[in-house]
């Protein structure tokens, strides 16, 4: 089985700061890692692989040319191999934009059964281009997986976590999965693997590589506009309702109506 | 202090501490009150490649010699020494196979052990033999093509968790240590079995067990050197691992020296933090230059031994006799300055202290460190004109 997992670069500090004019990261300065995440995908791909004791997984990074030190991490841990997208047509990328142009690399690549993705970036925090990749390539998607059960040829079944639970569904392949932190413990890069991840040649694809319509990519293809960042607040209150039981029930029913669910 | 580590050194030392914080400290005061074997800290070793850093690239190593296994151990100490001294008890069993081993012996065990598949663990102590390890019990009478172990090996360190042991037995009682032979001895052998766990002061993760030979049978091909070479393999292997033990005194004095500057720094008393009284910092800066001289000094025993010096018992000696008594010394401080704190088992720095005091006696007791390099003294100067 051949596995691809796509890993993002993002800044090694638990304080993005966002530049107020444009609305977007600002990057200058402060020291790169593996988003965390996808530590857990890449764990998860060797995992997958070593279960079935054969198999390539290929990590897959798109950004500019220092994002090939969080490939050589990735090849650190155990990858077979990586591959950089990096060409300055992509820069400026939206979520739309950039699952596109990694779903062309997944085409290129070739023979890919399955794509992991960490759950989200903790830098844009987004949780968009994963699904989007999956789009992209016409496959399904489960997104928050927590459990892989059974790898089968054709089929895998996992488990999705949700805020009450978990779902198990059964995934017809090829298919793409964002993993949670649940999942696994990432390995740490041993000694052996830092030495192959030092010498390996990480090959780079550009635009004419990947053969992309060029009004897809980089910013001309991103038409998202950052207007504000926020969390979207999930509230819930309580009201004690006071009374004998037949007030209580007339005064529920009462609310219930009002908010047009009764 | 710079030590001018070489980029794979770098790399080692980094990764080590990297285990250390994130998956040794949290656990290691459990560990500690439950008595428990870290296999799981082993397995995050062995995949880490750190198992095989002194061994040669041939046998599945990296390559590296005691100064990596030094880092190594160092860095594990500074989170929890039990753990550090169940990695650094397998090298002391592999060494006699990498330094007497013959090509089919180290073929045999050497990539296991580089790979961390198995453990490994030196059986010389016994009851009535520990300082004095010419007083060894432990028999093997020639049969054939086979040995005949009778006895029992005592404070095994990997004991009962090991598969690979080296042992030392007397093959010819009446020659004295010139008597005594190593045998390769394999968990499983019939005849090979262990006693009960003790319980230690410190090092409590570690197991600490008796192996008992009751007439277990050991192929001559098990043979580690020579019949008589006992001794020589034992004592040649104890110079190359001492500064293990210092590497380990380091590391727990390290540790506990973090703890100390952080916890003075914090704590108030009087409106001001305990860190601007010079009787806390006068504490604190002899317990780091002690640290410091001791960490240059193994540093450079290690690295002597690993730049191919044939002569090292002396400075092995120092290194463990002096980082351990530094580590006792700086241990016993940092309990002080944390006060009624750092008497309780809610701070780390109470089993740091008692982690501590085992350096001072294992792999010879530093009165023996001291025989050892007074020895070597009087023969150097009497060589002199």
């Known amino acids: 089985m051949k596995i691809a997992v796509c890993i993002k670069q993002v800044p090694a500090t638990t304080e993005v700061k966002i530049n107020p004019a444009t609305n977007t990261l600002i990057r200058e300065g402060i020291p790169n890692e593996v988003n965390p995440f996808d530590l857990y995908a890449i764990e998860e791909a060797l995992r997958i692989k070593e279960r079935l004791g054969s198999g390539t997984v290929v990590a897959l990074s798109m950004g500019p040319p220092q994002a090939a030190d969080a490939l050589r991490e990735a090849i650190a841990m155990g990858v077979d191999e990586a591959v950089l997208l990096s060409d300055r047509a992509f820069a400026g990328a939206d979520t739309l934009a950039t699952a596109y142009t990694l779903a062309k690399a997944i085409e290129k690549i070739g023979e890919v059964s399955l794509v992991l993705c960490g759950k989200q970036a903790v830098d844009g925090d987004t949780a968009q281009v994963g699904p989007e990749i999956a789009e992209n390539l016409g496959w399904p998607h489960v997104t928050y997986i927590r459990k892989i059960n059974e790898i089968g040829p054709s089929e895998i079944v996992v488990e999705r976590m949700t805020d009450d639970g978990y779902e198990r569904l059964a995934v017809s392949l090829p298919a793409l999965f964002t993993v949670v932190k649940e999942i696994n413990v990432p390995r740490l890069p041993g000694i052996k693997g830092q030495l192959r991840a030092k010498k390996a040649e990480i090959p780079v694809w550009t635009a004419a590589d990947l053969e992309v319509d060029p009004g897809r990519i980089g910013l001309t293809g991103s038409p998202t506009q950052v207007r504000k960042i926020f969390y979207p607040q999930h509230e819930t209150t309580a009201e004690m309702i006071e009374g004998s039981p037949a007030e209580q029930a007339a005064a529920l029913l009462e609310k219930l109506r009002g908010l047009g669910v009764a | ?385």
Not at chain 2, 220 to 244: H, Q, S
Not at chain 2, 263 to 290: C, K, N, W
């Open chain 2, 1 to 385: 202090m710079e030590y001018f580590l070489t980029e794979e050194q770098k790399m080692i030392k980094e990764l080590a501490a990297r285990i250390a914080d994130e998956r040794i400290k949290p656990v290691a005061a459990e560990l500690d009150e439950k008595e428990e074997f870290p296999w799981e800290i082993m397995k995050v070793l062995a995949e880490a490649d750190l198992c095989g850093v002194y061994i040669p690239q041939e046998y599945g190593g990296l390559g590296g010699g005691v100064f990596e296994q030094v880092l190594v151990v160092e860095e594990l100490s500074r989170a929890c020494s039990g753990v550090a001294v169940s990695y650094a008890a397998t090298g002391l069993g592999a060494f006699p196979i990498l330094m007497f081993g013959t090509e089919e012996q180290k073929k045999r065990y050497l990539p296991d052990i580089a790979a961390g598949k198995r453990l490994a663990a030196f059986a010389l102590t016994e009851a009535n033999a520990g300082s004095d390890a010419g007083a060894i019990e432990t028999t093997a009478v020639r049969d054939g093509d086979y040995y005949i172990l009778n006895g029992t090996k005592q404070w095994i360190t990997n004991g009962g968790e090991a598969e690979i042991y080296p042992v030392i037995a007397m093959t010819d009682r009446s020659k004295g240590p010139r008597g005594a032979t190593a045998f390769i001895v394999e968990k499983g052998t019939p005849g090979f079995s262990f006693g009960k766990k003790e319980k230690k002061m410190g090092i409590r993760a570690s197991a600490t067990r008796e192996l008992i030979f009751t007439d277990c049978r050991i192929p001559k091909e098990n043979v580690l050197g020579r019949e008589g070479m006992g001794f020589i393999v034992a004592m040649k292997t104890l110079d190359r691992t001492r500064p293990g033990i210092g590497a380990q005194a380091i590391g727990i004095a390290q540790g506990a020296l973090d703890v100390a500057v952080k916890y003075a720094r914090e704590r108030h008393q009087f409106g001001v933090p305990i860190s601007s009284f010079q009787a806390i910092q006068h504490m604190l800066a002899d317990m780091a230059t002690q640290l410091e001289a001791a960490r240059a000094l193994v540093y450079a025993t290690a690295r002597m031994i690993d730049a191919g010096v044939k002569e090292f018992s002396k400075e092995a000696a120092m290194a463990k006799l002096f980082a351990s008594d530094m580590a006792m010394k700086v241990t016993i401080d940092a309990v002080q300055i944390l006060g009624g704190y750092g008497y309780m088992r809610d701070y780390p720095v109470e089993k740091m202290m008692r982690d501590a005091k085992i350096t001072q006696i294992y792999e010879g007791t530093n009165q023996i460190q001291r025989n050892v390099i007074a020895l070597e003294l009087i023969k150097e100067y009497a060589g002199r004109k």
